[in-house]
């Protein structure tokens, strides 16, 4: 019966792959191959499993939402990653995000405003073997002052603006993709830092929760 399971999300995984990812450009090989073995459906509830690998963001509680695969595969092709760098997560959220970032990436340091997120994340970490995430509860428009610079920033939520201390704690050369905007709609944006200046880039428009912090959104 395992075997089954198995082999069922396996076709799901791929079946995204070539109807969601392929066509709107994701063509990076480290990041299909992530998206590929990296099963998407253990991060959701057992009731969500059957839809996990849809077109669609997903309820995780707590007001939040996993992000639909091509934004997660669009954002992360965007880092550019070659396996060496140091990443730097704002939002874990059900740890989704991060388990693509570890496969693409020496070290992922992750960090979630939501104690109960977080702990099911770990959870889901530890069941997939996963050890190349660092992980803490804190304000994630702060950053991790103590781990920075990092070689990229992902933001998994949507600020007014762009937090100035992930500015700040981004390596030179680095990268980091956040969306920015107001509650109903955001661009996602890439930020370049090299030779320390500091670029933004606009991508496509998209819509995320709310980044809540002291450099974000007040939390209701």
Partial sequence: MGRVRSNKYEKF?????????????????AVL???????????????????AYGDFPLPIGHGQ????????ALMTQLLQLTGKEKVLEIGTGCGYQSAILAALCER???????????????????QLQIYNIMSKVADGTEGWPDNAPFDAIIVTAAGPQ???????????????????????????????KEAG?????????VCFVKL????????A
């Fill in 13 to 29: 995984r791929t079946r995204m792959i070539e109807e969601q990812l392929l066509p709107r450009g994701i063509e990076d090989p």
């Fill in 65 to 72: 939402t996993i992000s639909q695969p091509y934004v997660v």
């Fill in 197 to 205: 200046v500091v670029t933004t880039n606009a991508v496509e428009s």
């Fill in 108 to 126: 992922v340091y992750t960090v979630e405003r939501l104690k109960p997120l977080l702990a099911r994340a770990r959870r889901t970490f530890d």
């Fill in 33 to 51: 191959h992530a998206m590929e073995v990296v099963p998407r459906h253990l991060f959701v509830a057992g009731a969500l499993h059957a839809q």
């Fill in 212 to 219: 809540v912090g002291i450099h974000g959104w007040k939390a």
């Fill in 162 to 192: 762009i937090p100035q201390p992930l500015v700040d704690q981004l390596a030179d050369p680095g990268v980091m993709v956040l969306p920015v905007g107001d509650q109903e709609g955001q661009t996602l944006m890439v930020v370049r």
